[in-house]
Nanobody, 127 residues
Framework: EVQLVESGGGLVQAGGSLRLSCTTSGFTFDDYTIGWFRQAPGKEREGVSS????????YYTGSFEGRFTMSSDNAKNTVYLQMNSLKPEDTAVYYC????????????????????WGQGTQVTVSS
């Protein structure tokens, strides 16, 4: 059974940091790209970052690069999203997802290419 389990969300003040984790099981981790997406109330889901498990290449959309850093621990089949300098507009449910094959910047705009999804973790940034 494929599972992706996010953790690490919570309430933080603006300017603070959080580290999200996504622990996966049930598929060959190295064959997949793992992505982070988020969805705020009333807004469409948007891609944040992704990592190719095979070679560790990372990709970010828009304004996230420089504030957010994605990494992986292949031995633990786990990826992380370090989020710094958080803003109230970062408030959203954050999801991790797994898509077969290598990653790219463009895949973050194609969430339908990601086969498996976690249940999400809430991140709330207060002003």
């Amino acid at each position: 059974e494929v599972q992706l389990v996010e953790s690490g969300g919570g309430l933080v003040q603006a300017g603070g940091s959080l580290r999200l984790s996504c622990t996966t099981s049930g598929f060959t981790f190295d064959d997949y790209t793992i992505g982070w997406f988020r969805q705020a109330p009333g807004k469409e889901r948007e891609g944040v970052s992704s990592i190719s498990s095979s070679d560790g290449s990372t990709y970010y959309t828009g304004s996230f690069e420089g504030r957010f850093t994605m990494s992986s621990d292949n031995a633990k089949n786990t990826v992380y999203l370090q989020m710094n300098s958080l803003k109230p507009e970062d408030t959203a449910v954050y999801y991790c997802a797994a898509g077969l094959g290598s990653g790219s910047y463009y895949r973050l705009y194609r969430p339908y290419e990601f086969n498996y999804w976690g249940q999400g973790t809430q991140v709330t940034v207060s002003s």
